[in-house]
């Protein structure tokens, strides 16, 4: 009896302190990313907005982002890493691949949680649900890094591939991030905190009840003391010498990849000021740049002089204006002559210029009154 | 008649014009009357009685040709045309009688005593603030804080004030053609006019189209603001949907109305909205409607000159993404919604997450459906047992 109650009290290791610290990067980057990431996929929801301007706008939130995805990248990287080293070097099984027995193992569930059939599925180390996760997981951050790079980087993006890729990129990770979200609210959620409160994530055991229905091939081989035998420390030691180099190239290349996705182009983060059209009043053409010699000649051949007189000393014609000694602005004095006052015949910049404008001007101004 | 017999005359015909006007003014001011006639815009808020007799000033001032030769050499005409007022809104189609000159210039009796202005622009100015506001409070109020008040109150007299848009003392009614707005906006701010002129807007204006927006329309009267500033700018895109939104306006040229949506769900777009919401004063670096069809010069959109037409849109981004290949203009979805022709890639990956995210979550759904439906069993059938 008293070994029974021990028995049940016994706890499984299942996952080291490096797993579990990986696992916070995750739950951290994730929410984070998540937070920061879909309010801008329903920027025109009011919560959306509410949301946006709590975290203090959305240029932070876009640098939140970015910082968040980094280090996601980041972990990434290190996670490939890691995963080399146990199945390359210790030899680890890849006990996160799918097989068929996965897929019988859903049936059979099903089947027996819908009361067709007597028996639980003896589950392996990771079972179906597991695999489902991690694999979404891999999957997912594959997609968000792709998409998010064409978005972080459409300029470089765009000279490799049609421009078109980069709308569908921003359709792409919005509605990845929404499949991921849904998924741990659903699946994730229900499995390990809402059926049972799995605690194994963060202490890194697991109880013998929960071994049993959730993990029962794995415990029936623990307990009969069948667990592969580990490989030999020399075996070991061979292929350590093996992996290290390669680890330290491919993370100079991923990280050095990673470095180069963050700073290719500054596009998408400061993008060069808008210049503003040139706005209010003031001509490009300044008085200043008139000169009255110029202006004299112009009188003559612009047939200014028909209508205003030889010396612009006001016609004895229609034009019943003392031009010569003008004391109006040289804006409205352009003005003027674009508009055409009274019985003036209007004149665009195409037929007579500002340029030229000035050079008039300045010589009216040089004549007596 | 001695000099004060005159001023006697002079000083009972303005006390019976003074009468005859109160009596104007109480019954223009009762309540039925006021119902009878909407108040136009432009209307004075009258406090002034005018009155009317301008006979003693132009016996000096009707000669034509008088002028002055001020201290900085600019003309100071003091003659007038006793028609240009009569024929203006302070004339004889005035509702609360003709004003008379005193009614804005003061009284001031012949010999004047006061020297003469330093020049005739800082006249006008003075005059303008003086003058204008006892009758149109509404209208200077709503000056306060504007470009041109600012200009002025920080020394610039070429900035406008009342006459130079309304004219002095041939002012006519304000709401007569929206062609005299841009063209009296244009009388200073000529290079804006001429870009204006040859915009779809200002050639739709000057072939006699009354619905384009005109200078006021997007500047405003009186307030004006100033354009240049962050908040204009985040809220721009609102100003142009204002008429470009406006399904009813927009059918009249068979312009989609989907501009201003498109854009909202766009990168750019939703971005600005989000500054708009938060801090309109924060300036965005990310386009605005201005950004790529242009300021007063808006061209139309289907014309091969036109900046965002494909063949010209890669200049056009590359405005503020200098590195953007020719490729990149693509990645601009358009203002009409996207179809299966227009953008296959845009429409596969939508259709894709259209069918896995309910498949991968009603999968979720069911299987955790399963598994609840065994527990709620297994329980009830442990309490029967």
Redesign the interface.
């Known amino acids: 009896m008293e070994e029974q109650t021990l028995q049940a009290q016994k706890q499984y290791p299942r996952f080291t302190p490096t797993e579990r610290f990986e696992h916070i990067l995750l739950i951290v980057t994730f929410v984070g990313l998540s937070l920061t990431g879909l309010p ?1 996929k329903y ?2 929801e009011d919560w959306a ?1 509410t949301m ?2 709590l975290m203090g ?2 240029e932070s939130i876009r640098i939140v982002h970015r910082i968040l995805a980094t280090i996601l990248m980041a972990e990434s990287i290190y996670h490939g890493g890691i995963i080399t080293y146990k199945l390359y070097v210790l030899g680890r099984r890849a006990s996160m691949l799918p097989g068929i027995r996965d897929l019988r193992d ?1 049936i059979q ?2 089947t ?4 067709w059939s007597r028996s639980h599925p003896h589950l392996p180390r990771y079972n179906f649900g597991e695999k489902a996760e991690y694999l979404a997981v891999v999957w997912g951050t594959v997609v968000m890094i792709i998409t998010g790079f064409m978005m972080w980087n ?2 470089t993006t ?2 490799v ?8 990129a ?3 990770h919005g ?2 991030a ?2 991921a979200v ?2 741990i609210l ?2 994730h959620m ?1 499995n390990v905190h809402v ?1 049972r409160f799995n605690r194994s994530m963060f202490t890194g055991k697991l109880s013998r009840e929960a071994m049993i229905e959730e993990h029962a091939a794995e415990l029936e081989t623990i307990e009969k003391g069948e667990l592969p035998p580990g490989r030999p420390p020399q075996v070991i030691e061979r292929r350590k010498r093996r992996f290290w180099p390669y680890a330290i190239i491919m993370t100079i290349i991923l990280v050095g990849g990673l470095i180069r996705f963050l700073t290719v ?1 500054q ?1 998408a983060i ?15 053409v300044s008085a200043d740049n008139g000169q009255a010699d110029q202006g004299a000649t112009l009188w003559q051949t612009l047939e200014c002089k028909t209508c205003h007189g030889e010396n612009a000393e006001s016609g004895d014609m229609t034009m019943n204006v003392i031009l010569a000694g003008t ?1 109006i ?1 040289f ?2 004095f ?3 002559v ?2 055409g006052p009274a019985d003036m015949h209007p004149f665009s ?1 195409d037929q007579i210029t500002d340029e030229q404008l000035a050079h008039l001007y300045a010589w009216l101004r040089t004549l007596e009154r | 008649m001695t000099r004060n017999d005159r001023l006697i005359c002079l000083f009972f015909a303005i006390g019976g014009l003074f009468i005859l006007a109160g009596v104007a003014l109480a019954f223009n001011m009762s309540p039925v009357l006021a119902q009878d006639s909407p108040t136009p815009t432009a209307v004075a808020q009258n406090n002034v009685t005018p009155t009317g007799d301008d006979s003693y000033c132009l016996v000096c001032h009707a000669q034509p040709s008088q002028t002055y030769t001020l201290a900085d050499g600019s003309i100071f005409d003091i003659a007038v045309n006793p028609d240009t007022i009569a024929s203006s809104v302070h004339g004889t189609q005035n509702e609360s009688g003709k004003l008379g000159c005193t009614d804005c210039h003061g009284e001031n009796i012949f010999p004047h005593t006061q020297p003469l202005p330093i020049s005739s622009r800082a006249y006008t100015v003075q005059q303008s603030a003086l003058v204008c506001v006892d009758c149109h409070q509404d209208q200077t109020s709503e000056l306060v804080d504007s470009v041109h008040d600012n200009a002025l109150a920080a020394g610039n007299l070429s900035a406008a004030t009342c006459v130079d848009c309304h004219g002095a003392h041939d002012v006519q009614p304000p709401d007569v053609s929206h062609q005299t707005t841009a063209l009296t906006c244009g009388n200073c701010h000529v290079s804006v006019f001429q870009e204006y002129e040859h915009s779809v807007h200002g050639e739709a204006l000057f072939d006699g189209d009354e619905n384009v927006p005109t200078c006021v329309d997007c500047h405003g009267v009186h307030g004006i603001q100033n354009p240049t500033t962050a908040l204009f700018r985040n809220r721009s895109p609102e100003l142009c949907a204002d008429c470009h939104a406006d399904v009813e306006l927009m059918a009249q040229y068979d312009i989609t109305t989907n501009v201003f949506e498109s854009y909202l769900t766009d990168f750019h777009g939703q971005t600005v909205a989000l500054f708009e919401q938060q801090d309109p004063n924060v300036p965005t670096n990310k386009a605005v409607c201005i950004d790529c069809h242009g300021v007063h010069d808006i061209g139309r959109t289907d014309e091969n000159t036109s900046r965002v037409v494909r063949e010209n849109l890669l200049e056009t981004c590359q405005q503020c993404h200098p590195g953007a290949s020719s490729n990149f203009p693509d990645s601009w979805v358009g203002h009409f919604p996207p179809t299966a022709e227009s953008h296959p890639l845009l429409f596969i990956v939508t259709l894709f997450y259209n069918i896995l995210i309910p498949v991968t979550v009603g999968g979720f759904i069911l299987l955790v459906a399963t598994d609840v439906f065994r527990r709620i069993r297994e329980r009830l059938g442990r309490k029967d047992a």
């Open positions: 801008q920027a025109a907005k946006i301007n706008g959305v859903v569930w099903i027996f949680n819908l009361g459409p300029i765009s000279t591939l049609p421009g078109e890729v980069i709308p569908a921003r359709v792409a509605n990845e929404l499949l849904l998924s659903i699946w229900y059926r182009e596009t400061t993008t060069i000021p808008r210049q503003l059209s040139v706005v209010g009043g003031p001509l490009l004391k602005s804006e409205a352009v003005g003027a674009r508009r910049a």
